[in-house]
């Protein structure tokens, strides 16, 4: 059976181009529901063990400096099917890919620069989360 949560950061390049807002917006009228919310910097090291999955990949040292560029908006999400129906509100990775209407449409620049994260599978869900926010903070 899917879980119900996610797990999702609003990158550095959304931070910065002020599309927050913008951006919750269309999480809530996609039917999530916020249940930990947290406005935070990443260092280096946290961006590297969070990606950590992605160490062989050609382009990790650049995920690592972009995603401890700036800010970013950390949240777990509430919804049924939560990861596969954030995964489709996000879109493609790569934005020019990305369906009509995704956030990922709407608000990315490039593949590297994509606007948000969503978690790719209900354990990875928990484990991102519990990255950001401890048991008590989450109730
Ligand atoms: P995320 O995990 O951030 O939600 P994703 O699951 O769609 O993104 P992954 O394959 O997990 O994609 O890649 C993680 C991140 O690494 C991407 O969001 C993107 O910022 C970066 N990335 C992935 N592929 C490339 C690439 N070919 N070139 C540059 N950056 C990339
Ligand atoms: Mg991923």
Redesign the pocket.
């Known amino acids: 059976m899917s879980g119900n949560r996610t797990f999702t950061?609003i990158?550095p390049d959304a931070v910065e181009k002020n599309y927050i807002g913008a951006i919750l917006e269309k999480i809530n009228a996609a039917g999530f529901k916020i249940v930990a919310m947290k406005y935070t910097r990443l260092s280096k090291a946290d961006a590297g063990e969070f990606?950590a999955?992605?160490k062989e990949?050609?382009?990790y040292s650049?995920?690592v400096d972009?995603?401890s560029d700036g800010p970013i908006v950390a949240a777990i999400l509430e919804k049924d099917n939560a990861v596969a129906d954030f995964?489709e509100l996000?879109g493609?990775?790569?934005p020019e890919e990305a369906a009509e209407g995704t956030i990922r449409k709407l608000y990315a620049e490039s593949?590297?620069?994509?606007a948000?994260?969503?978690?790719?599978s209900d354990e990875n869900a928990q484990i991102e989360g519990n990255f950001f926010f401890s048991q008590l903070e989450r109730h």
């Open positions: 950061m990158k990606y999955v992605h990949r050609p382009f650049d995920l972009y995603m995964r996000i493609a990775t790569n593949i590297s620069a994509n948000v994260h969503g978690s790719d």
